[in-house]
């Protein structure tokens, strides 16, 4: 009789959210940042190694809403905030 195998999960998504919290603090500290202003919309992201992205407007929303949803798809929806999934991405 074969045996049967145990299916295996990744991190949970409580322990991915712990890592990018940590990886954006860790950049923070290093210089990075990430701002998002709603009211125009606009995503400014500098990173520790220099590089700049900025966002407005119609590239803006489809910036956050893109991030949104991969945050809801993988589970991280409510357990971090937006900017430190895109600063942890980054």
Known sequence: MPKKIRKTRGASSKAIAQDYRKRASSEREAGGS????????????????????????????????????????????GLLPIEDFILATS
């Open 34 to 77: 990430c701002e998002i202003d709603n009211s125009l919309p606009s995503v400014s992201i500098k990173l520790s190694d220099g590089s700049e992205f900025y966002f407005q407007e119609w590239r803006a929303d489809k910036f956050l809403t893109e991030a949104k949803t991969t945050m809801r798809d993988t589970g991280l929806e």
